[in-house]
Structures are given as C-alpha cells and as structure tokens.
Nanobody, 125 residues
Framework: EEQLVESGGGLVQAGGSLRLSCAAS????????IGWFRQAPGKEREGVSC????????YYTDSVKGRFTISSDNVKNTVYLQMNSLKPEDTAVYYC??????????????????WGQGTQVTVSS
C-alpha cells in the first residue's frame, strides 16, 4: 500500500525555519513526483513545491521562491521541505502528495493520487 507520512511541523516565530519531512512507503521515489501543498483555514489547497524523483527537477510557487528548498533522499525514500524566513502567511496545514511521473501540472492538487495526513505549521508574528 502506498503511504506518505509528514512530520516536522510546529510553531515558529516569523523569520524562523522549519524542515518538513515526507516519508514514502509502498513505492520508491524514482518513478514519482512528490509535491508539497498547504491549506490555510478558509482557503483552497495550494501547491508549494514539487520534485521529480526521476530527474530531480524542482518547482516552486512564486511566494516561496528563495525561501523554501525541496530535496529528496531516494535511499531513505524521503522528501524534505526546508522552509526559511517564514512569514505568518505561511501558516497552514502542509501535505505531501505523490503521483507517477511525468506530472503535467506539478503544483496542481488534482494531479496527485496519494496524500499524507498533513502537518500543522504555525508562524507567529
């Protein structure tokens, strides 16, 4: 069974950093893209970043470029999202999701079939 488990969320002050982890089981990252998404209360789920396990291509939404970095460890079957210079508007539940490559729209939630349970990130001002 394909599963994703997120960890690493928490409460941090503005300007701080967090690293989220997404551990995959039941499949290997080599043939999948892993995306990070977030959903704040009352808002739609939005794509934050994506990495292709096949060729390492990365994608970011404009609001996190230069602050967030996605990476993968295919030996550990885990994808990371390093979040620096956090802002209160980054507060949301963060989810990782997986889909077989190629993914036509890497930051669109409808592309992804397997989802984790989410981890809360709260940035205080």
């Amino acid at each position: 069974e394909e599963q994703l488990v997120e960890s690493g969320g928490g409460l941090v002050q503005a300007g701080g950093s967090l690293r989220l982890s997404c551990a995959a089981s039941g499949f290997t990252l080599d043939d999948y893209a892993i995306g990070w998404f977030r959903q704040a209360p009352g808002k739609e789920r939005e794509g934050v970043s994506c990495i292709s396990g096949r060729d390492g291509s990365t994608y970011y939404t404009d609001s996190v470029k230069g602050r967030f970095t996605i990476s993968s460890d295919n030996v550990k079957n885990t994808v990371y999202l390093q979040m620096n210079s956090l802002k209160p508007e980054d507060t949301a539940v963060y989810y990782c999701a997986a889909d077989r490559v190629p993914v036509r729209s890497p930051l669109q939630p409808y592309e992804y079939d397997v989802w984790g349970q989410g981890t809360q990130v709260t940035v205080s001002s």
